[in-house]
């Protein structure tokens, strides 16, 4: 039975939620499937992954082919490399903890990248906010500006030739 890692539709309209399944390739796109490996959530920002890397890796090992989007999904949560580096450790290049200890570091390196762009993001965003709250100001003040009467001048000195009393000649 041919089987494929492969994403099943959910959520609503213009709002997709996907599940990461393994399925026979000949069921429908959303219809049985084998396992559910895990969530992915476009939706946010960063995208939301969650996967079982054991089990994809088990799916994997097997023989399942990951469609192109699963494909690229599996590479960001590392289910790949770590599939990479049991070859490595089956093979004898390198030890179990070599591989975990590899594994880690770039799990690591990839939460903080992660972290550093959540970060990012939040600081534009924020930058953002407050142009827009001085841009506010700028318009409110000139509203109340334009809207608050002037006070009236006071009246001048009479000039040379008119009469004290305000007749004009």
Known sequence: MPVKIRLQRHGKKGKPFYWIVAADSRSKRDGRFLEKLGTYNP???PATINLDV???IKWLNNGAQPTDTANSLLRYKGALLKKHLQGGVKKGAL???QAEEKFNAWLEEKEAKIAGKASS???EADAAAQKALEAEKAVNEA???ANTPEPEATEEPAVEGEAETGEEE
């Open 95 to 97: 030890t179990e903890e």
């Open 121 to 123: 993001l939040q600081a």
């Open 54 to 56: 054991d089990s994809a």
């Open 143 to 145: 509203r109340i500006k």
């Open 43 to 45: 939706n946010t920002n």
